[in-house]
């Protein structure tokens, strides 16, 4: 058995994440009878591998629960994880192309504030560079 100091050593994360791992129910440690420590065994070790390993591919904790609730029911999570993976795909393709557009608003910018002086705020005005663009506006 080991405590939170050497299973954190062990896999490679600070003690707080194994504390953390446990108060959300991802790792389930024993207790000591004595002191109350909590307690990890060598299959702790290969899950929290597994989390980490999963949050690399992009997996929230929730999701890792998920996985991990099917796994325990004796299901195969395959199906569960490749759909969330297909999911985060789709969603980072999105985000790309929004962050794309954004690069490209922001270097139209700055071609177009090339062209102008700098000026001080008046009453009408705080930037007039931002002001007076023909950057399309952000509708929030």
Known sequence: MMTVSELS??????????????RIGLLSPARHPDNGYKLFSRSDISRLSFIRQAQSLGC?????AQILDTSAQGKSPCRRV???LQRHVEENRQKLEELLQLQNRMEDALRQWDKMPD???????????IESTGIRRYDA
């Open 82 to 84: 490749r759909d969330i």
């Open 60 to 64: 929230t904790l929730e999701e890792i």
């Open 9 to 22: 050593r062990q896999g490679r994360v600070a003690p707080h994440v194994v504390r953390y791992y446990s």
């Open 119 to 129: 000026r001080v705020p008046d009453r009408e005005s705080i930037c007039h560079l």
